[in-house]
């Protein structure tokens, strides 16, 4: 294989994963804390291929579509709850959201 | 010669790779956040690249970068460029604590890796020509990861319902 080893792979992988949790704990913006967390899901994407290249299997590299699809769907549904609490004038925070709190 | 330039658009990737993640939690403009995430993406893409993996390449250019990211700077203008300092409020110790929690998280992934591998991921497995191709990830998706193809299109369905739900005026907000 040319280039870095899986190793390498996966050590960018776990650098990035705690990257995006240290974002979706520090940040409180909803906004940042999405984007957070398509950085983690992207990480673990990063792991999955190179497993896929190590163990030269392609199933490695189907996960990783999969979770791409459910990342959009995560966006979708995120954006749309950031939409509505715009238009209900609820302050974008993650601490002042305690609206479902019973 | 070859291997010396793989290596070096390697480690140019990887490097823009992760100092663009911490270009999109330390913004404070969440537009900017978004246009560092779109970098992100697309060094994730080469690397993606690089471990033959090219359809996933190609539709982490597509999906990601292309259409995901607009969704997110399209909400993001229609929001207005509202600043938000990246650790305003709460006290010292919270923001000290998700550093800490954030670092301990990495370092027991780095741990859990490195005595889980053991030395047996050194040498990868030779792979065919057609490895990571567009033909054979479809095979794949239609015969033995057909559940979860279908399982995949009835969560975007399930989440385009969502989005028009929660887009739909309801009679809640005249009195908000």
Not at chain 1, 82 to 90: D, E, L, S
Not at chain 2, 18 to 43: K, R
Not at chain 2, 53 to 69: N, R, S, W
Not at chain 2, 109 to 136: C, H, K, M, N, Y
Request: aromatic share 8%.
């Amino acid at each position: 294989m040319l280039g870095p080893s899986t190793t390498w792979y996966l050590a960018v992988a776990a650098v990035l994963f705690g990257i995006g949790t240290t974002g979706v704990i520090l940040r409180r913006s909803p906004l940042i804390v999405l984007l957070s967390l398509e950085i983690m899901l992207n990480a673990s994407n990063l792991a999955l291929v190179g497993f896929s290249r190590h163990f030269a299997s392609v199933d490695g590299q189907v996960f990783a579509i999969s979770v791409m699809a459910v990342a959009a769907a995560e966006v979708c549904v995120g954006l749309g709850l950031i939409v509505a609490f715009t238009r209900r004038k609820m302050a974008l925070d993650v601490d002042t959201l305690t609206e479902l709190r019973g | 010669m070859g291997n010396f330039l793989v290596w070096v658009i390697w480690i140019g990737a990887a490097l823009a790779c992760i100092s663009t993640a911490v270009a999109v939690i330390s913004f404070t403009n969440p537009f900017y956040s978004a246009l560092a995430l779109i970098g992100n993406l697309a060094s994730l893409a080469v690397l993606f690249l690089l471990a033959s993996a090219e359809f996933v390449a190609a539709a982490q250019i597509l999906v990601y970068a292309g259409a995901v990211m607009v969704m997110f700077l399209f909400v993001i203008a229609y929001l207005g460029g509202r600043a938000d300092a990246p650790w305003a409020g709460g006290p010292r110790w919270l923001q000290l604590g998700a550093f800490v929690v954030g670092a301990a998280i990495m370092i027991e992934v780095i741990v859990a890796l490195v005595t889980a591998a053991d030395g047996g991921l050194a040498d990868s497995a030779e792979i065919s020509r057609s490895f990571g191709s567009p033909a054979e990830i479809g095979r794949l998706f239609l015969t033995d990861h057909l559940l979860a193809f279908e399982i995949t299109s009835i969560v975007l369905l399930v989440a385009a319902v969502g989005g028009v739900v929660l887009g739909m005026k309801s009679s809640a907000e005249d009195d908000a």
